[in-house]
């Protein structure tokens, strides 16, 4: 949008915002602050004046690095949009300014209970970071723009909840964390604010459903270690029986594994030896 169209519309356009009311072109530059506001001005600049160097206590004004100032000179925005960081300059008793800080700013979410999707009551408390992008749009489209964050962040989380099922909260927080940011930095665009990250940091169940999903984790748990040892049973009785035939098609085999087993009985210093008989032996006693 042109100069000349922003001047007839009465707005201009700041950082790729949308156009907003009020901005530098309510400052005007022939008379429409009208005949008291172009009086005020000179009066304050001629007392500047006569009263210099004791009025620099009080037009000079320092902002910090991570600080902007908003003035207002007679209930308008100046041209140039925020001052800062450094020193700047300001008209007494006509002209007004708010510090803005630009730093980041972390808050914990207040626990919020909320019904999911699939009606399980959970409890969720999340941690925002956000920061002001523009000072001049915080100052003028909104009263407290840190407050109204805090806010919205609340109420944006219990909507999340109510759209989830449990097991999406619970396995998908990263999903939930990157869906809220997204809401609240479409938001919180038009207040000059930028949401950087959301973090889930606890999801609580009521413990009745604990107890009911650690009963159900623990059978399921049992029943695949009954199965695991069933199948683990199958394969160790085939194994025995490809022994038994490798031993069968063999006699002398059964001997060597028997001098294994004593030798491996010996070695565990127990005194009990047991000795098996040959059938085809004894039976020729029973015979006598």
Not at 10 to 19: A, K, N, S, W
Not at 160 to 187: C, H, P, V, W, Y
Not at 261 to 287: G, H, R, W
């Amino acid at each position: 949008m042109s100069e000349e169209s922003l001047q007839q519309h009465g707005g201009c356009q700041i950082g790729g915002l949308p156009r907003i009311q009020c901005m530098s072109s309510s400052q005007p530059e022939g008379g429409q602050l009208g005949i008291c506001g172009i009086v005020l001005t000179v009066l304050s600049y001629i007392l500047v004046i006569v009263t210099m160097p004791f009025s620099l206590f009080f037009c000079l004004k320092i902002v910090q690095e991570y600080e902007r100032a908003v003035i207002f000179r007679l209930g308008r925005i100046l041209p140039g949009g925020a001052r800062g960081p450094g020193l700047f300059f300001i008209v007494p008793k006509i002209d007004q300014y708010k510090k803005v800080d630009l730093r980041t700013v972390s808050f914990d979410v207040p626990p919020q209970e909320a019904l999911t999707r699939d009606s399980v009551t959970v409890t969720v408390d999340a941690v925002v970071y956000f920061r002001i992008q523009n000072a001049t749009v915080s100052v003028t489209n909104v009263s407290d723009a840190s407050g109204s964050t805090k806010l919205l962040a609340q109420t944006t989380l219990r909507n999340m909840i109510g759209t989830k099922n449990l097991s999406d909260i619970l396995m998908d927080r990263e999903g939930l964390s990157a869906q809220m940011q997204s809401f609240l930095d479409d938001a919180t665009d038009a207040w000059g604010v930028r949401v950087e990250r959301v973090e889930i940091k606890d999801v609580r169940l009521p413990v009745q459903l604990q107890r009911v999903m650690a009963a159900e984790a623990e059978a399921s748990r049992e029943a695949r270690a009954k199965v695991i040892a069933a199948e683990g049973e199958m394969t160790a009785s085939r194994a025995l029986k490809d022994a038994a035939d490798v031993m069968a098609e063999t006699p002398s085999a059964m001997q060597l594994r028997y001098l294994q087993t004593l030798n491996t009985i010996s070695a565990e210093k127990n005194s009990t030896i047991i000795f098996p008989m040959p059938m085809d032996f004894v039976s020729k006693f029973f015979q006598k």
